[in-house]
């Protein structure tokens, strides 16, 4: 194998707002899901309070719902994304040539993902993407791996390792706290994706130190 600038063998990525520019497709689907349940829909501007977080969160704290009406605002929200909202995703530029440089390296790839698993496994197909990945890790719809804390370790085993074992080896890329939150919580290393949807200042206070601004930067970095 080649010598390879790559230091890390295991490489996580977040999905929205580091791979794909998927703002306007969950937009659609949450502001069609809350006007389902009947309730008021707040303002959605600010792509960050609800891009990144798990999505019972963005119903009870964005959209104010009771612990009730955010599980319910979750199954609505999912069968209007299912139809319509997984489409609206592109790629980002260059992403698809960084996800191969990274493979021609022989490293381990998965995405590490909030978004329910099957989402974003049709989603990254519907990118085109699929093959430059080893694993596509999301949450379930039971809701106990919605974190970034419990989904590293989740998305590690899928590549064949453990993060007690490759803690060292391992490294996240994402454009949210979410992100920078959950590798400091797992301690393994992170890079911020500043070309996302995240705030590099959030990302900065919970502890990220170092920055892509377009993702073939990223490749430099890890």
Same mark, same amino acid.
Do not use: W
């Given at each position: #194998? ?6 890390? $063998?295991y ?12 703002? $306007? ?5 949450l $502001? &069609?899901?809350?006007?389902? #349940?009947g ?9 960050t ?8 969160d ?16 979750? $199954?609505?929200y ?8 997984? +489409? ?7 992403? =698809? ?8 390296? /022989?490293k381990k ?9 099957? +989402? ?11 093959r430059? +990945?080893d694993?596509v890790c @999301?949450? &379930?719809?039971?809701g106990?791996r919605k974190?970034k804390k ?7 085993k899928?590549?064949?390792t ?6 060292? &080896? ?6 949210? +706290?979410?992100?920078?939150? /959950?590798a ?6 992170f ?6 949807? @995240?705030?590099?200042?959030? #990302?900065? =206070?919970a502890? /990220? ?8 930067e ?5």
């Amino acid at each position: #194998m080649k010598n390879s600038m790559v230091k890390h $063998e295991y490489i996580l990525f977040d999905l929205d707002g580091t791979i794909s520019k998927s703002a $306007e497709g969950i937009r659609y689907s949450l $502001e &069609n899901a809350i006007k389902e #349940m009947g309730k008021p829909v707040p303002d959605l501007s600010d792509y960050t309070l609800y891009i990144g977080p798990p999505l019972l969160d963005t119903f009870l704290n964005v959209c104010h719902f009771s612990k009730e009406e955010s599980v319910r605002g979750v $199954e609505v929200y999912r069968e209007i994304y299912n139809t319509k909202g997984k +489409f609206v995703n592109t790629a980002y530029d260059d992403v =698809e040539e960084l996800l191969a440089k990274i493979k021609a390296d /022989g490293k381990k790839i998965a995405v590490c993902s909030s978004k329910y698993e099957q +989402f974003a496994k049709e989603i990254i197909d519907i990118l085109g993407l699929s093959r430059y +990945f080893d694993a596509v890790c @999301g949450s &379930n719809l039971e809701g106990d791996r919605k974190d970034k804390k419990d989904l590293i370790p989740y998305a590690l085993k899928a590549l064949g390792t453990t993060l007690e074992k490759d803690r060292e &080896n391992a490294v996240i890329i994402g454009d949210t +706290f979410f992100d920078t939150k /959950g590798a400091v919580q797992t301690g393994i290393d992170f890079v911020g994706a500043n070309y996302g949807y @995240g705030d590099i200042d959030k #990302m900065i =206070e919970a502890g /990220g130190k170092v920055f892509a601004d377009t993702p073939l930067e990223i490749y430099d970095l890890i």
